[in-house]
């Protein structure tokens, strides 16, 4: 089945150790997208990338990063976990081949902890 | 004000009971709107779009108020499945997808 797959599942990282989260898709969707998720709050958009573009929140700190390689895969780059960065860490994709932005397809999830 | 708001909630309801959740979302130029199921730990999942003609899937109908900026879910017979958290997802044009903090529902025997 066509699908959105996170790795790892959990992720447990070091104050200040960088972390890297991955996501890979075979929807061939164009546009994928990472959310965090914090405990009874929405998820929060970050950033998302339309084709090999690169489209940041203004809200999104510095310390999230993310590369996009081919359409099948997206990385999201944490490059100095706070304990505030605890989160659960969500991709998504989604396409516009109907000209409009579709609903979203998501990922199981990777839960962050940072000690 | 929060781009799209929802009563957190919980709503406790016995099974075959009827309950609706309310949201509202502050730019007016929305194109998209969507509601999502998220159980715990889990990721959302689609449970439906909400068109401006109202629609209606199962025991879930969604209606959408385009002029006062809102979107109802209505979910008949409640079943003790159906707990869980309902997000309100509001497409604010392109890529910004907005999701609501969502509304808690538990359905008791």
């Known amino acids: 089945d066509a699908m959105v797959i996170q790795n790892p599942r959990y992720q447990v990282t070091q104050f200040g150790k960088p972390v890297t989260l991955s996501c890979s898709q075979t929807?061939?969707?164009?546009?994928m997208y990472w959310y965090q998720q914090k405990s009874s709050q929405a998820p929060k958009l970050l950033f998302h990338?339309?084709?090999?573009?690169?489209?940041n929140e203004a809200d999104t700190p510095d310390n999230f990063q993310s590369r996009r390689p081919n359409t099948s895969f997206c990385f999201l780059d944490i490059r100095s976990p706070g304990l505030g960065d605890a989160a659960m860490y969500l991709c998504?994709?989604?396409?516009?081949?109907?000209?409009?932005?579709?609903?979203?397809?998501f990922g199981s999830g990777t839960q962050l902890s940072v000690l | 004000r929060k781009e799209v708001e929802q009563d957190p909630g919980p709503f406790n309801v016995p099974e075959g009971a009827t309950v609706a959740f309310n949201c509202t979302y502050s730019n007016s130029a929305s194109q998209s709107f969507f509601w999502y199921r998220q159980d715990c730990r889990k990721e959302p999942k689609l449970l439906m779009s909400?068109?401006?003609s109202g629609n209606e899937d199962g025991r879930f109908t969604a209606q959408l108020n385009r002029a006062s900026q809102y979107i109802s879910l209505l979910i008949r017979d409640s079943k003790l499945s159906d707990s869980a958290t309902y997000l309100c997802v509001v497409n604010m044009g392109g890529f910004k997808t907005i999701f609501g903090a969502g509304t808690r529902l538990f359905v008791k025997a």
């Open positions: 998504a994709t989604s396409s516009d081949e109907g000209g409009t932005n579709e609903k979203l397809f």
């Open positions: 990338y339309y084709d090999k573009d690169f489209n």
């Open positions: 909400v068109y401006s």
């Open positions: 929807l061939n969707h164009n546009v």
